[in-house]
């Protein structure tokens, strides 16, 4: 089996993603969702004719959307499980249009639900009622690329693919990727403080964006646009909107560091027989390959599964229990070789590991990143998906999955688990075939008091948004909350920002 790795890449993958998804259409639209969660609409008011005219003087005809086909994306969530009836799309292209429209809408007291790529999946990004989208789709412009430093300038409407390809044509790269890289933009990024594959290495975005310009919910611009490593001149006010969902302000502007693009890479898919072997498998890969590991991703047999059932792709490797995705990133590529040689001999010594490959070509390596990128896609064609992103600690990382799946018995369709394991965030998924509030007063909140009783998060990456919002009392404290709530108050005293979301 052995002989497999470094000299024998299986090409079983036949399709890579492009990474631009589309949900499978077998679900028809849902149902509202005030009605399917009985929400009560805040005291907001509607939309008017001369609150037309005033967008249409800002904006444009061609800045609008208001043919109710075209509204119908923008009013359902990535996930089709959510659904908006917002009557206006808004599409600004400048960051004073923005101030122009905010500044109105909190005067008239228009709720407004801002949208970048809407690949959000905790219902952040859609209206709950009649709210007014701002989608910031058309701010996609470059502004500046300093090389020496690696910072980069940028609208916040940019698909943070291809800021990616723009900085990789010049030796740099986004210190943030994830599967939806294709559709979401940065400032949805900077709004869910997105995780990802490359957090392991580079650490959340709190740590990489320097700085920020944000439009008040009353049109005032703050300008906080800072561009040095290292201010430490006041409140890092920027940091306030970072996973702030919409609610605090709208991201116009970006300056985020970006890394130089590393010469030398390489991607080890591995099997192993039990979870716990994979936990020994990662510890001895952050002493064998310290410096150079980039990403940590693992998933079950049950996600591979899904994958394989749904998609062209198949496990490199044949069936495993479990795999490890371990990704290095160095700047030579024969000592990185060298150390992953020992890396998995010694592993397989030890018996962590049954089997592997190694990729070390982009095209073999975007073609088992495939199989880890496909599962949302092939997630969404296996019927309704009950999806928690959750953190948790080493002890009770993936027993958790057993035990929902113990505590889910037939009632699921599949229960499986992936994620990211180097910054103990699991993706933790339930199918079943068609949504059931029955099914879901099942799950939750149970679900939500087992991760708080096991010391994890609810969240992990994806935010709270609409879904997990009325959970948020449950694990933050009250000091917590109200602190939370006081801020709010300072910079949405009218509550016009992505009402029914997060608070
Ligand atoms: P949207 O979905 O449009 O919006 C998300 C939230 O941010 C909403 O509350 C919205 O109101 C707010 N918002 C958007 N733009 C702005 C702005 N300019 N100013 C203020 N508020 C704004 N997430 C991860 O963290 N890690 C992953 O690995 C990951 N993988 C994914 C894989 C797939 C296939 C999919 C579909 C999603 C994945 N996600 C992941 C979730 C999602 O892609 C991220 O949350 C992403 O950051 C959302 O960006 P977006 O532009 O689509 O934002
Ligand atoms: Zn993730």
Same mark, same amino acid.
């Given at each position: 089996?052995?002989?497999?790795?470094?000299?024998?890449?299986?090409?079983?993958?036949?399709?890579?993603?492009?990474?631009?998804?589309?949900?499978?259409?077998?679900?028809?639209?849902?149902?509202?969702?005030?009605?399917?969660?009985?929400?009560?609409?805040?005291?907001?008011?509607?939309?008017?004719?001369?609150?037309?005219?005033?967008?249409?003087?800002?904006?444009?005809?061609?800045?609008?959307?208001?043919?109710?086909?075209?509204?119908?994306?923008?009013?359902?969530?990535?996930?089709?499980?959510?659904?908006?009836?917002?009557?206006?799309?808004?599409?600004?292209?400048?960051?004073?249009?923005?101030?122009?429209?905010?500044?109105?809408?909190?005067?008239?007291?228009?709720?407004?639900?801002?949208?970048?790529?809407?690949?959000?999946?905790?219902?952040?990004?859609?209206?709950?009622?009649?709210?007014?989208?701002?989608?910031?789709?058309?701010?996609?412009?470059?502004?500046?690329?300093?090389?020496?430093?690696?910072?980069?300038?940028?609208?916040?409407?940019?698909?943070?693919?291809?800021?990616?390809?723009?900085?990789?044509?010049?030796?740099?790269?986004?210190?943030?990727?994830?599967?939806?890289?294709?559709?979401?933009?940065?400032?949805?990024?900077?709004?869910?403080?997105?995780?990802?594959?490359?957090?392991?290495?580079?650490?959340?975005?709190?740590?990489?964006?320097?700085?920020?310009?944000?439009?008040?919910?009353?049109?005032?611009?703050?300008?906080?646009?800072?561009?040095?490593?290292?201010?430490?001149?006041?409140?890092?006010?920027?940091?306030?909107?970072?996973?702030?969902?919409?609610?605090?302000?709208?991201?116009?502007?970006?300056?985020?560091?970006?890394?130089?693009?590393?010469?030398?890479?390489?991607?080890?898919?591995?099997?192993?027989?039990?979870?716990?072997?994979?936990?020994?498998?990662?510890?001895?890969?952050?002493?064998?390959?310290?410096?150079?590991?980039?990403?940590?991703?693992?998933?079950?047999?049950?996600?591979?599964?899904?994958?394989?059932?749904?998609?062209?792709?198949?496990?490199? $490797? &044949?069936?495993?229990?479990?795999?490890?995705?371990?990704?290095?990133?160095? +700047? %030579?590529?024969?000592?990185?070789?060298? =150390? !992953?040689?020992?890396?998995?001999?010694?592993?397989?010594?030890?018996?962590?590991?049954?089997?592997?490959?190694?990729?070390?070509?982009?095209?073999?390596?975007?073609?088992?990143?495939?199989?880890?990128?496909?599962?949302?896609?092939?997630?969404?064609?296996?019927?309704?998906?009950?999806?928690?992103?959750?953190?948790?600690?080493?002890?009770?990382?993936?027993?958790?999955?057993?035990?929902?799946?113990?505590?889910?018995?037939?009632?699921?369709?599949?229960?499986?688990?992936?994620?990211?394991?180097?910054?103990?965030?699991?993706?933790?998924?339930?199918?079943?075939?068609?949504?059931?509030?029955?099914?879901?007063?099942?799950?939750?909140?149970?679900?939500?008091?087992?991760?708080?009783?096991?010391?994890?998060?609810?969240?992990?990456?994806?935010? $709270? &948004?609409?879904?997990?919002?009325?959970?948020?009392?449950?694990?933050?404290? +009250? %000091?917590?909350?109200?602190?939370?709530? =006081? !801020?709010?108050?300072?910079?949405?005293?009218?509550?016009?920002?992505?009402?029914?979301?997060?608070?």
């Amino acid at each position: 089996m052995r002989k497999r790795i470094f000299n024998n890449f299986k090409t079983l993958l036949s399709s890579a993603s492009n990474n631009i998804f589309h949900v499978n259409k077998l679900h028809s639209y849902p149902n509202f969702t005030k009605n399917v969660y009985q929400v009560n609409r805040g005291p907001y008011k509607s939309l008017e004719e001369h609150h037309l005219t005033f967008f249409r003087d800002v904006l444009g005809e061609n800045g609008m959307i208001v043919d109710l086909c075209d509204l119908e994306k923008y009013n359902v969530d990535f996930t089709k499980q959510l659904r908006g009836c917002s009557t206006l799309v808004l599409r600004p292209t400048t960051t004073q249009q923005i101030s122009k429209i905010l500044s109105f809408c909190n005067h008239n007291h228009l709720a407004v639900c801002t949208q970048g790529g809407n690949t959000g999946i905790c219902g952040g990004a859609t209206p709950v009622f009649d709210e007014v989208i701002l989608s910031t789709e058309l701010m996609n412009k470059v502004i500046h690329l300093d090389e020496l430093s690696g910072v980069l300038t940028c609208e916040a409407g940019c698909v943070l693919q291809q800021l990616n390809d723009f900085l990789v044509e010049r030796d740099l790269m986004m210190p943030i990727d994830l599967g939806a890289k294709g559709s979401c933009q940065i400032g949805g990024n900077l709004s869910t403080n997105a995780g990802g594959i490359r957090l392991y290495r580079y650490g959340n975005l709190h740590g990489n964006v320097l700085g920020l310009e944000v439009v008040k919910a009353d049109g005032e611009v703050l300008d906080c646009m800072n561009t040095l490593k290292k201010d430490n001149t006041g409140y890092h006010l920027q940091h306030l909107f970072i996973g702030s969902e919409g609610t605090l302000g709208i991201i116009t502007k970006v300056a985020i560091q970006c890394a130089p693009k590393p010469k030398s890479v390489h991607l080890l898919f591995l099997g192993a027989q039990n979870f716990t072997k994979v936990l020994k498998a990662y510890k001895k890969a952050r002493y064998d390959l310290g410096e150079i590991i980039s990403a940590v991703e693992c998933m079950d047999h049950q996600t591979m599964e899904l994958v394989e059932e749904h998609s062209e792709l198949s496990s490199p $490797i &044949g069936p495993y229990p479990f795999y490890l995705i371990i990704e290095t990133s160095g +700047s %030579e590529s024969v000592h990185d070789q060298k =150390k !992953l040689e020992g890396y998995f001999n010694g592993c397989m010594d030890k018996h962590f590991i049954l089997n592997g490959v190694v990729a070390t070509s982009a095209a073999q390596r975007e073609k088992l990143w495939s199989i880890r990128e496909g599962i949302a896609h092939s997630m969404y064609q296996d019927g309704y998906v009950f999806s928690y992103d959750i953190s948790l600690p080493f002890s009770s990382y993936y027993d958790f999955v057993t035990e929902m799946r113990e505590y889910m018995g037939k009632k699921a369709h599949r229960v499986f688990g992936f994620g990211h394991l180097g910054d103990g965030n699991i993706h933790l998924q339930i199918s079943i075939k068609e949504f059931s509030n029955e099914i879901l007063n099942y799950i939750e909140p149970h679900i939500y008091n087992r991760v708080d009783e096991l010391h994890g998060s609810i969240s992990a990456e994806h935010g $709270i &948004g609409f879904l997990k919002r009325k959970y948020l009392p449950k694990i933050k404290s +009250s %000091e917590n909350l109200s602190t939370m709530r =006081k !801020l709010k108050m300072l910079m949405d005293p009218k509550g016009i920002l992505n009402p029914y979301k997060v608070l």
